[in-house]
Every structure is written in structure tokens, then in C-alpha cells.
């Protein structure tokens, strides 16, 4: 079965810190890999996606194929990255992980 | 260009009764999937319609139903609402059918509350 797994739900840092929201997969044949991100009152929206090889505001994310990761990456937090993370794979329909709660605090 | 709208924002149904929650795509998105959001969980693949045929499911009872329409708009139909189906509706339209390359576009999301 297909399967995404965040496994922290909340994680906090200190602003200029490093973060790391972890992201691992279950899926048969090789997936695509997104992460989406919604802040405060808005909307879900694509953060990035590996078949892109960006980074977006920041954040990098390698895809691991041996380990079947896809952690999100950002060398120094800021205030405004608190937001929910959710990490995504993709065959024939968009998995979801259930999503990290981050909190960059001043 | 007008993003994806959801309506109605909030809804409250009694167990048993049936519901209609309608999505209207982005301008020219011919791909639209709905997904079931539970508190404190990731967003769950219900259906998709592509070109107005479902074209993928996800582990949901047929009492989950849907319609896409020419004009991009969409519904999805819930019957014998249970308690358990309380949670946050959200469409996404797409311009292409297969996820491997495409962005979802998300609405604000239908909020049932089923007492």
C-alpha cells in the first residue's frame, strides 16, 4: 500500500536554526516527491517537488531512494516558515503525509 | 485568473441525511480531486475527474460519489452521512491528469460537521 510518514507532528526551532522535517515513503515503482505547506489562514500550496530539483524560499529536499526519504531542509529558519508541512508521493493518486506542525520562534 | 473556489464554507448535517459540496476550478484546469482532511490528519484521496470521467479512487464507500462538469465545476455527494465523515472537504483542480508532474491547486476547503 501506499504510505507517507511524517513522524514528528510538531517541531519547534529558534529563528536562524537549523530545521529538518522528516519524510519517509512506502510506494511501489518510484514515486514523485512534493512537499505542500499551509500557513496560517491560507490555503494548501505546492512548497517543491523533487522533479524540479529547487529550492523555494529556502528549503531544499533530497530524495533518499535507498532510505525512501524526502526531508525538507532549510540551513536557517525564520519567523514567517511556521506553517503546516505536508509531505507527498505520487503514482496513481497524491498521498499525503498527516504533516508537521512547524514553529520557528523569535 | 480566479483560483479554486469551495462552497459552502460550513455545513451542518444530521446522521443519515445526504450533502452536496460544490468546487469550482481554475480557469482551464481539466483535472479536479477531492479529498477528505480529518483533524490533526493529511488530506485522503477520495475520487478524481478527468474530462468529466472518474479516472482514480481512493479507499472511500460508493456512498462517496461525484460529478465533474464542462464549465470546470464539480460536486461531491456524500449519502448516508455517518458521524465519522465530519471533517475538511478540499477540491484541487489540475492541468493535467497524472500527478507526476502536475501542481494541485487547492481550495479553501467545505467544513461538515455530521451530528
Known amino acids: 500500500a501506499q504510505r507517507v510518514t511524517q513522524p514528528e507532528k510538531l517541531l519547534s526551532v529558534f529563528k536562524g536554526a537549523p530545521v529538518e522535517l522528516k519524510c519517509n515513503y512506502s510506494?511501489?515503482?518510484?514515486?514523485?516527491l512534493f512537499w505542500y505547506v499551509q500557513y496560517s489562514r491560507q490555503r494548501l500550496q505546492l512548497l517543491l517537488r523533487?522533479?524540479s530539483r529547487e529550492s523555494i524560499k529556502g528549503f531544499t529536499a533530497d530524495l533518499n531512494k535507498g532510505e525512501t526519504s524526502f526531508h525538507l531542509k532549510k540551513p536557517f529558519a525564520q519567523e514567517e516558515d511556521s506553517a503546516m508541512y505536508y509531505c507527498?508521493?505520487?503514482?496513481?493518486?497524491?498521498?499525503f503525509g498527516e504533516g508537521t506542525q512547524l514553529t520557528v520562534n523569535p | 485568473e480566479t483560483g479554486v473556489t469551495q462552497s459552502p464554507t460550513h455545513l451542518i448535517k444530521t446522521r443519515g441525511q445526504q450533502v452536496t459540496l460544490r468546487c469550482s476550478s481554475q480557469?482551464?484546469?481539466?483535472?479536479v480531486s477531492w479529498y477528505q482532511q480529518a483533524l490533526g490528519q493529511g488530506p485522503q484521496f477520495i475520487f478524481q475527474?478527468?474530462?468529466?470521467?472518474?479516472?482514480g479512487r481512493g479507499n472511500f464507500p460508493p456512498r462517496f460519489s461525484g460529478l465533474q462538469f464542462p464549465n470546470y465545476s464539480s460536486e461531491l455527494n456524500v449519502n448516508a452521512l455517518e458521524l465519522d465523515d465530519s471533517a475538511l472537504y478540499l477540491c484541487?483542480?489540475?492541468?493535467?491528469?497524472?500527478?507526476?508532474?502536475?501542481?494541485?491547486?487547492f481550495g479553501e476547503g467545505s467544513r461538515l460537521t455530521v451530528l
Open positions: 510506494y511501489s515503482g518510484s514515486p514523485e
Open positions: 507527498g508521493a505520487s503514482g496513481s493518486r497524491l498521498t
Open positions: 475527474y478527468y474530462r468529466e470521467e472518474e479516472n
Open positions: 523533487h522533479i
Open positions: 484541487a483542480s489540475s492541468l493535467v491528469s497524472t500527478f507526476t508532474d502536475g501542481e494541485l491547486f
Open positions: 480557469s482551464g484546469h481539466n483535472t
